[in-house]
């Protein structure tokens, strides 16, 4: 299992210039959700999906646009880049146990720089 | 979901036990105690979780008091690796509104020392 992967690692950004960050996880989990984490801070849910085909937004959500065509596999995409989207980009992902959710698992992040 | 207090850095010595504490006093009956680490520049990772009960895997143990207003996350002999921004977070089930959100506060930077 590769657990969570997160294409690319690193990225640098014109102001307004476009991209998509992917994040694809193997463990067949519902629930795939998209941080954002600025230095000296903790992590900001950006978007988050509770299954195929769903998106919602999370404490963050402005600028960013995400899609959940496949299970698998969920996108954040930057439709016009800000320097204030300078940040490292986590995904991770959980599945529900008893109703419960428990452990999520983490990607290695991309880190992305906006000039 | 309930909001976490820990204290910003603490030392331990390497083969000593590593103590950290987290105050949580507004949780509810429904939420359980989780505790994730950070180390440098890696995604988080997930350490353990309790509802009342102290737990223990492989990696930690988990003490919760009686009233549930605090805990402690014990790592009984810290090794060098075990350096990383520890976070405690307080969360709802998956019925509730909380749809499985982690809220990550500053946490506690834990250095471990030869």
């Known amino acids: 299992n590769a657990g969570v992967t997160q294409t690319p690692k690193f990225r640098v950004l014109k102001t307004g210039q476009s991209m998509t960050l992917l994040c694809a996880q193997d463990?067949?989990?519902?629930?795939m959700y998209w941080y954002r984490q600025d230095p000296g801070m903790g992590l900001r849910l950006i978007h988050y999906?509770?299954?195929?085909?769903?998106?919602a937004k999370g404490e963050v959500p402005d600028g960013y646009n995400v899609s959940r065509l496949k299970k698998q596999n969920f996108l954040l995409g930057l439709e016009s880049a800000a320097p204030s989207q300078t940040s490292v980009y986590f995904c991770?992902?959980?599945?529900?146990?008893?109703?419960?959710?428990?452990?999520?698992?983490f990607g290695p992040g991309t880190r992305l720089t906006v000039t | 979901d309930a909001k976490t207090t820990q204290p910003t850095s603490m030392d331990c010595a390497e083969g000593r036990a590593a103590n950290l504490p987290c105050n949580h006093s507004?949780?509810?009956?429904?939420?359980?105690v989780y505790w994730y680490r950070q180390i440098h520049s890696q995604g988080p990772q997930y350490i353990i979780h309790?509802?009342?009960n102290n737990e223990t895997n492989e990696m930690a143990s988990l003490i919760i008091t009686e009233d549930r207003k605090s805990s402690t996350l014990i790592l009984p002999h810290a090794t060098l690796r075990d350096t990383a921004v520890y976070y405690c977070?307080?969360?709802?089930?998956?019925?509730?509104?909380?749809?499985?959100?982690?809220?990550f506060g500053q946490g506690t930077i834990l250095t471990v020392h030869p």
């Open positions: 507004t949780i509810s009956g429904n939420e359980y």
């Open positions: 977070i307080v969360r709802g089930n998956a019925g509730g509104t909380s749809y499985g959100k982690l809220t």
């Open positions: 999906s509770v299954g195929e085909g769903t998106t």
């Open positions: 991770a992902s959980t599945r529900p146990l008893d109703g419960q959710l428990y452990e999520q698992y």
């Open positions: 463990m067949n989990h519902e629930y």
């Open positions: 309790g509802l009342k």
